[in-house]
């Protein structure tokens, strides 16, 4: 079975804030949905965001910080509730550029399109290549194992879920 964890995370969320309505009722391939989906989802959606909401809080933070990366409401607030753990697990990204390079490091792994290097070191100092560097040593491993591990526990709950009824394409 293939799927992409962040969009049925993604599903889930929209599904339980819109009380069901959505674009995945108007159309088989909408959302990346087929018609083999159970019509309700209800309790699909239960399912997964009860998985979600029991993860640690870091890894929640990240899969949530991946989930809302372009949504402007939800976006901000997941972005500096993730910079605040990883102030305290990375101290180093905030304290060798200052805090709010710090805060521009986790939202350039939220959103991997967001500023470039040379912005970074015009902005905080240094050159280019050593904040690429830095981010890509001690700030992207810390993010990326709290990602992976929560992806890994949805993973289970998603296939035990949909149990081969999920067809959304990695």
């Not at 019509?39 to 959606?45: N, Q």
């Not at 997941?78 to 710090?102: I, M, N, Q, T």
Request: contains cysteine.
């Amino acid at each position: 079975m293939s799927f992409e964890v962040v969009n049925v995370v993604r599903w889930a969320i929209e599904f339980l804030q819109s009380g069901g309505v959505g674009a995945v009722q108007y159309g088989g391939g909408a959302a990346g949905w087929r018609d083999g989906c159970r019509a309700s989802g209800r309790i699909e959606a239960l399912r997964v965001n009860d998985a979600l909401v029991a993860l640690p809080p870091a890894q929640l933070l990240a899969m949530l910080a991946k989930v809302h990366a372009d949504d402007i409401r939800q976006g901000p607030p997941v972005w500096k509730d993730l910079c605040s753990f990883v102030r305290v697990s990375c101290p180093e990204a905030f304290e060798r550029f200052g805090p709010e390079a710090g805060a521009w490091l986790v939202r350039k792994w939220m959103r991997r399109d967001d500023g470039s290097w040379r912005e970074f070191a015009r902005l905080f100092g240094g050159s280019p290549p050593t904040a690429r560097k830095f981010f890509e040593v001690l700030v992207a491993p810390v993010l990326d194992g709290w990602f992976i591990a929560a992806k890994g526990e949805l993973e289970v709950v998603i296939e035990q879920v949909f149990a081969g009824e999920l067809p959304i394409a990695a």
